[in-house]
């Protein structure tokens, strides 16, 4: 049998551990998996694009488990009632290819998106980071205030999104969930901003913005990019790019994906996975400037995906579904329709 988790699941698994305890329990199995990064067999996510929106495959397996998440992104979809992104995945065994979890993403990706900001900027921004801009205040944007509040230490952030509506629903929702974050609502982007330690965008709108320019960036700052995420799509001035020194998560997928997807094929990039394994430093002094071009790689899902399963197992929760035939006869897969016998034929005499 297949485990199942549903939102409901997830909303249980959440208030059980409590949300600060998840998101650092996603950063440890985050960490655990890219610090094995050769082990995996990878490839960029597949993507079907429509003129509204995107659905896409993300696979991704080791010798041991095979993951993948189904994910769409239409910015429309808020207008009818639906969410942005939605999203699904599977856990499988690889030896035999059997499903093991089958489980909600919705919640899930904007959990382990947060959690992967901030396992890189734990390398990347200045220690003592303690202002962080956030430019576009949707789905997203409270996952990404909190999980930098709870474990990177933010003490203010400072909002603006160009619908003045959204971002009201983020300061009222941090305010109940984090009293003691100061959230600071501001008219435009470079007065959001202005001071800030760590700069994240992460907009919706399936387009080439210009959310972020040059002349907003200062020395030592961090941007944490999330909304370039597809061809056409991206936040970042190239000007912003060759500030920094620039961090991406899988290079043949940022490359087409990401912000950098505007630059030259030669622009300079270094994959985080061997800042995490020491190959190559992150910051180096207290003045450059870092960009974590984030595009969202299957591996984080994977990483997820383990989590949810060992926490799942813990807690009781899920419930099994015959999402596979089980057959007494595993060569019988007609039997396993268990039709009702026919009636007998009379045959002419």
Request: glycine letters at 8%; hydrophobic letters at 45%.
């Amino acid at each position: 049998m297949t485990t199942l988790l549903t939102t409901h699941d997830i909303g249980a698994l959440v208030a059980a551990k409590g949300l600060a305890a998840t998101l650092g329990a996603l950063v440890d199995y985050l960490e655990e998996d890219f610090a094995r990064w050769p082990e995996f067999d990878k490839s960029a996510r597949m993507a079907n694009h429509s003129a509204d929106g995107v659905i896409e495959l993300m696979p991704i397996s080791d010798a041991d488990l095979y993951s993948f998440k189904y994910v769409n992104g239409h910015p429309k979809n808020t207008r009818e009632g639906l969410p942005t992104v939605m999203a699904f995945g599977v856990l499988a065994d690889v030896d035999t290819g059997r499903p093991e979890l089958l489980s909600e993403l919705t919640l899930t990706t904007a959990m382990r998106t947060a959690a992967t900001s901030v396992m890189v900027a734990r390398r990347l921004a200045r220690p003592d980071s303690r202002r962080m801009a956030v430019i576009g205040n949707g789905a997203q944007s409270e996952f990404q205030c909190l999980a930098f509040h709870h474990l990177m230490g933010i003490a203010e952030v400072r909002l603006y999104d160009i619908d003045a509506g959204a971002t009201a629903r983020l300061v009222a929702n941090l305010r109940a969930a984090a009293p003691g974050l100061a959230a600071v609502v501001c008219a435009s982007t470079a007065e959001a901003v202005r001071g800030a330690d760590i700069v994240t965008t992460v907009t919706a709108d399936k387009t080439n913005a210009t959310i972020l320019t040059g002349d907003m960036i200062a020395p030592g700052m961090h941007v944490n990019g999330v909304g370039g995420d597809c061809p056409g799509k991206t936040e970042l001035h190239a000007d912003v790019l060759r500030a920094g020194t620039v961090f991406v998560e899988y290079e043949p997928q940022s490359r087409i994906e990401g912000d950098v997807q505007q630059m030259p094929a030669d622009f300079p990039v270094t994959e985080f996975w061997r800042v995490l394994t020491g190959a190559v430093p992150g910051r180096i002094s207290p003045e450059q400037v870092t960009v974590f071009d984030s595009v969202g790689f299957a591996l984080e899902d994977y990483a997820a995906l383990r989590l949810l399963r060992d926490q799942a197992i813990e807690l009781g929760l899920g419930r099994p579904v015959a999402l596979v035939p089980e057959m007494d006869d595993p060569k019988n897969l007609f039997g396993a329709l268990r039709l009702p016998a026919a009636a007998p034929v009379a045959l002419a005499a």
